[in-house]
């Protein structure tokens, strides 16, 4: 009887989020919060309205003085990139640490409108990098007045920002905007000045095509650039589009010009994240990975498949395959961007307003030519969200386009084989700011465990982040 | 005939607000532009509203390749500003500068909603300093791009920023949220400390009543002191509350304890006029005013007017015409806020949102007893904007409180007779970013034109910001 009335209890804590358990699966254990942060930094609104911003945190290698380390989350949701930032769990002990991973507002459970949260214009209007950093901001002054009982200063308990892609952007923005918030920032793989005008839009997939000639066989570019034609060809007829349904396995066959279109560019997102996650080891960030993805894809693409339609959509199969379904348990393929996952959504949402990464390709690379053009972009980006894009000098005037000398304590770094390097920092900016160059690393591998298949250029780029951090935190 | 078109045609281009012309009584020439900018930086919003931003130009001393020396309006028109801020123009020989007065959005005219600007809350959400600021860094940005022909950089076109009081915060942050915008900043008299929990809420009262010690006579503040009971026993009867309207001259006659607590505050907000515009010779800012009015209004009130109720009132009407009618054109005096004036609804607003800077009257001061209560305040609020102020740690969020240790490039100046130094920047903060302190000056009298009555304290403080400019400027 007392046993079943604990039982309850205990179901009811559940319930009521009381309890919070971490799936036996993850690597690294974390306890989740939450904190109510204003919807909007910049205006007062009729009703201050509040919403709830999730962090998970991790305390078990902190000591009382020691720093918070504070993962500034980008656009994803928070587990994963907790999961994915090893590092940081690895030297937390180095340094006493804290580790605090905010998730970035409309991603995850972070949600201002819970499922409402993308039904309107006016309810996704709270998402932009300027509302994350001041959350970012708000949670800093939060945890260190918490942590030393309600003194108005930020000074006593140093804060490192890091973060990788996107999120590095933030580390950096809220080092350079929110200065006595954090005492220095860790930038990885950060394209910073992938603004509109500021790096030239061919390359990204320039950078993409290299990423695969070096990775991959010879006869694997050539192989993905004869594709396109050969799937506008064979897009042509029913018989051909029904070919490559079955032979892709793909959920809905195609049925014409607008379903080969998104074909196509499923295909160039496959190539493009191959190439980002071409890591040593294998991975689970976008979706189960071997090692070295882009080397397992062309593998299978071992021939010249001149004159030979029907082995090139064939052996295309099993090469992505490699991408679609590593672990076997997928039925089928869909290529439509269906939106069942706000993440992507969202992330769509903000490249259609402040982060517009101009992209291009020429015949220079493996990709279909296509040349980058901001009015139809911005009219597309109307018909989808009934948002414009914000002025193309919006960059420059928000986060100051190249003009980093003024600040401190930043270090970027870029994977010379991240197609996000092109539009990365990757010469020092002031005195404290510098970059460091990862030889043929992909993105944001720094940031990532340990693994003892790292090569020297990884350890050398961690081992220098550990000795900037030190130098901020006056111990070396 | 042909005449007579003519002057239809001239008429016409008036209204139109295409001929601009400057009245004749102004000291300073200005020309009167206007930018588009967008209503909210921060967001996407549905359709991408823009307002005109007025901003004031004087081009008369510049030569190619000078810098651009800015003035980051505050919460009046900007041409009352421009006409009040002397020392630009007075240095702008020096250094060949192009003088530019931003005006502040919801102030003058730039309404961002014309009449309707302030007529909902959700009309006024987009008057904010940090909307502001980032008004100022995309003119800013314009202006260098204009000049330069489309280059887009920053760094060819040094650009200084100037402002006083709010004006001066606004400079200062500006410099400190967008350095590669500006390249330093002189901040006059500007509160930046004045935020809950930074500064004591009984230091600006004190100040005051300091001022009034200093320039008037000791007859005086016990004046002051004795006058509060004086009206409140008065307007405990009809006849007390006639004779005051009378001998005031009042608009409207005294009605009840309504009216004596607006009488109170009005009797209050002049004295604190009288001590911020206490300068060496007659200005016309908040009102035209003699020469240090704090002595000309302490010169009325000459005797002990202890038991002498009808004496203290009579002389008191004597040294109130000083603030109220030093011209002699009024007619009577209005004591309440009738908000014609939109500029004091905006500046109530702001106050009411961010700007929340604690003010409490104690025994030591000549002030009525009053607490401070962040609760009756924020209920106020409320009820008049139907807004609630920001939580009381935003200005440490949003402009890091009082760690300026990070920035460069800054002079902030404070009047030691002015009452907002309690809240000033008084001593240096890093190894540029500088604190000058006038003896015995009111609010922002370093930035007016020069006088030959200027002391050397002032003297000392305009020539340590040439030094300044010139340094940031590698002029030195």
Redesign the interface.
């Known amino acids: 009887m007392l046993l079943s009335k604990i039982l309850i209890l205990i179901l009811l804590l559940f319930l009521l989020n009381i309890i919070e358990v971490e799936s036996t699966d993850q690597k690294y254990s974390l306890e989740t919060r939450y904190i109510e942060v204003?919807l909007?930094?910049?205006?007062?609104?009729?009703?201050?309205t509040f919403f709830k911003l999730r962090y998970l945190i991790n305390s078990k290698y902190h000591v009382r003085g020691g720093p918070i380390f504070v993962y500034t989350g980008n656009s994803v949701d928070i587990s994963i990139i907790a999961q994915n930032t090893g590092f940081m769990f690895d030297i937390a002990p180095v340094f006493n640490a804290l580790l605090v991973f905010i998730e970035h507002r409309y991603y995850g459970q972070s949600l201002p409108f819970g499922n409402a949260s993308f039904s309107s214009?006016?309810n996704?209007?709270?998402l932009?990098s300027?509302?994350a950093l001041?959350d970012y901001?708000?949670v800093i002054?939060y945890l260190t007045?918490s942590f030393y009982e309600n003194v108005?200063?930020?000074?006593t308990y140093p804060v490192v920002a890091f973060g990788g892609s996107y999120g590095g952007m933030l580390a950096a923005w809220l080092r350079m905007?929110?200065?006595?918030?954090v005492i220095g920032a860790i930038s990885s793989s950060a394209p910073m000045f992938y603004f509109p005008?500021?790096t030239n839009c061919d390359l990204f997939y320039d950078k993409v095509t290299q990423v695969f000639e070096k990775f991959g066989r010879e006869q694997c570019v050539k192989a993905i650039k004869l594709g396109w034609d050969v799937i506008i060809n064979l897009s042509k007829t029913k018989l051909g589009m029904d070919f490559i349904s079955t032979t892709w396995k793909l959920c809905g066959r195609l049925k014409g010009p607008e379903d080969t279109e998104t074909l196509l560019n499923w295909l160039s997102k496959i190539y493009v994240n191959i190439a980002l996650a071409n890591y040593h080891y294998p991975t689970d960030l976008y979706t189960p990975l071997p090692a070295y993805p882009v080397k397992v894809f062309c593998d299978k693409l071992t021939t010249s498949y001149f004159n030979d339609t029907k082995g090139l959509i064939e052996h295309f199969s099993h090469a992505l395959e490699i991408y679609t379904n590593y672990t076997g348990k997928r039925v089928c393929n869909n290529i439509n961007s269906t939106y069942d996952d706000y993440t992507e959504f969202a992330y769509d949402?903000q490249q259609?307003?402040?982060l517009i990464m101009p992209k291009c390709s020429t015949d220079a690379d493996m990709f279909m030519t296509k040349p980058w053009d901001y009015e139809k972009y911005s009219m597309d980006c109307y018909k989808k969200?009934?948002?414009?894009?914000?002025?193309p000098?919006w960059g420059?005037?928000?986060y100051?386009?190249?003009?980093l000398k003024?600040?401190?304590n930043i270090v970027f770094s870029n994977g010379m084989m991240d197609p996000y390097s092109c539009g990365g920092v990757t010469g020092n900016m002031s005195a404290t700011v510098w970059a460091f160059n990862i030889s043929d690393a992909p993105h944001q591998v720094d940031l990532r465990n340990s693994d003892v298949a790292d090569n020297n250029y990884i350890l050398g780029a961690r081992s220098f982040y550990i000795q900037a951090i030190k130098q901020w935190l006056n111990m070396a």
Not at 152 to 155: A, E, F, S, V
Not at 177 to 181: A, E, F
């Open positions: 204003p909007d930094h910049f205006s007062a609104v009729p009703s201050p214009p006016e996704m209007r709270y932009s300027t509302q001041a901001a708000s002054e007045r108005i200063t930020y000074d905007k929110y200065p006595y918030s005008g500021m949402y259609c307003t402040e969200f009934g948002v414009r894009t914000l002025p000098d420059l005037i928000a100051g386009g190249k003009n003024y600040y401190s």
